[in-house]
């Protein structure tokens, strides 16, 4: 099937909102994604139609609810590849995927003295819950160097392994610098150590496809929101032997396998990780997205994506008075700039007066900002609906904000 995102565009109703007065320019993809139909329609549906609690009801709507549930699990078990279903936990997102593998993991592996190893561009969500657990257990949080082009020091990164390190969580790809991480070659090489991988697949899953036998990572973290889904679900995939050496979570329902006051025994996987009643609507939300993604053709998406990044670098690069953050050789569609010493949040606030959206500041990335001394950046990113068209009214519009700041 043909990719054309002018057609793809009208599967999104909110693509045609206008902004001050100007069709909607969205470049902030990076941040959340926007929702085809089809997943709009999936969450009325759920609502209309089969609201229920699940796992828990005798009765249809309950058992539907359930089957939809598993349903949807083992359909993000086959676009990840998982060898089984109960391998895919959902959680709310990324950040809390990460949490619980940061509290639940080093509950039963972190001793005092050892050491986590993560990396110089890691988000937020992947450094403090790995300080928090290196704080609790008197853990040593190490990190991997980047070069300036906003790669990662990989000579480093192999002398930083050694045998304290008990875990190495680093992200697939930066959501600040767009870099892609080689992270089959990292997972190899932690794995000749024997130390488990977790990889933070928040900027991956919506650009590229996602084999996490073929990575052969431990875990893999990921949200619904930046793949074309709703917000408030994710998932955390985790090899089997792990999770179940794993110590629970969050206590509650549907977590146990029985309770008393003396003492609680646990559900099996993937239970045992999903206390409460879980955001059922919006995994189905999430797996409708999966089908969205699966029938736009993830290889027609990455193909659009890596044109208009090569367009819109071509088109920045003309620009007097740009300077790049994050260069790397393998990148994803993520450009970070700072424009002629305007600071990032007044050429993100002119920019929305004419229609464009896009982020600006420190991008939950701190630590990036402190290593190139900078405030924070201008970062516009990618979906499968942006056009040249829209670049080129962001050209247009950063001209005037050279006019007025310049
Ligand atoms: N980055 C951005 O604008 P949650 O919020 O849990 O869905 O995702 C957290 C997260 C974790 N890792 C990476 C690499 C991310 O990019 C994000 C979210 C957004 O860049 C919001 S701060």
């Given amino acids: 099937m043909s990719f054309d995102p002018d057609i793809l565009r009208k599967q999104f109703p909110i693509l045609s909102t206008e902004v001050n007065k100007r069709p909607l320019v969205y470049l902030d ?8 139909r089809v997943v709009l329609d999936r969450l009325v549906r759920y609502y209309e139609n089969e609201n229920s609690n699940i796992h828990r009801g005798a009765h249809f709507l309950s058992s539907q609810a359930t089957e939809a549930y598993e349903n949807a699990r083992k359909t993000i078990q086959h676009h990840i590849n998982a060898r089984y279903a109960h391998e895919v936990i959902f ?6 995927a ?5 509290a639940s993991f080093s509950q039963k592996y972190l001793k005092s003295g050892d050491e986590i190893l993560i990396s110089a561009m890691e988000h937020h969500a992947n450094i403090v819950p790995w300080q928090m657990a290196c704080e609790r257990h008197q853990a040593k949080l190490r990190v991997i160097p980047m070069r300036e082009d906003g790669t990662l020091d990989m000579d480093t990164f192999e002398k930083l392994l050694n045998k304290h390190t008990k875990l190495v969580a680093l992200t ?30 928040a900027q991956a899953t919506p650009h590229m496809a996602v084999d996490v036998q073929d990575l052969d990572c431990d875990f893999y973290c990921f949200s619904g929101h930046k793949m074309y889904g709703p917000m408030g679900v994710g998932v955390l995939y985790g090899k089997e032997e792990l999770l179940n050496e794993m110590p629970p979570w969050q206590g509650g329902g549907e977590m146990i396998s029985s309770v008393s006051f003396t003492k ?7 239970f045992k990780f999903e206390a409460g009643t879980p955001n ?36 920045l690069k003309q620009v007097d008075n740009i300077r790049f953050i994050g260069e790397a050789p393998e990148r994803s569609a993520v450009v ?30 701190q630590p990036i900002m402190t290593h190139f001394n900078i405030p924070g950046t201008v970062r516009i ?13 962001l050209m247009n519009g950063l001209s005037t904000v050279r006019d007025m700041f310049g």
Avoid: W
């Fill in 29 to 36: 993809n990076a941040a959340t994604t926007q929702k085809p």
């Fill in 91 to 96: 959680t709310r997102g990324t950040t809390e």
């Fill in 98 to 102: 990460i949490n619980l593998v940061a």
């Fill in 172 to 201: 697939h790809i930066s959501n600040a610098l767009g870099t892609i991480n080689p992270v089959k070659k990292i997972i190899e090489t932690a794995h000749h150590e024997n130390i488990p991988v977790l990889i933070d697949g």
């Fill in 264 to 270: 609680t025994t646990y559900n099996e996987l993937p």
């Fill in 280 to 315: 059922v609507a919006d995994v189905l939300g999430m797996e409708s997205a999966i089908l969205f993604l699966s029938e736009t053709g993830i290889e027609n998406i990455a193909a659009h994506e890596k044109e208009l990044l090569r367009y819109a670098l071509d088109r």
């Fill in 336 to 365: 970070s700039f700072l424009f002629n010493d305007i600071h990032p949040y007044d050429t993100g606030t002119v920019l929305d007066k004419l229609g464009i959206a896009l982020r600006t500041g420190h991008h939950c990335a």
């Fill in 381 to 393: 990113s990618f979906a499968a609906y942006n056009t040249k068209q829209e670049i080129d009214i």
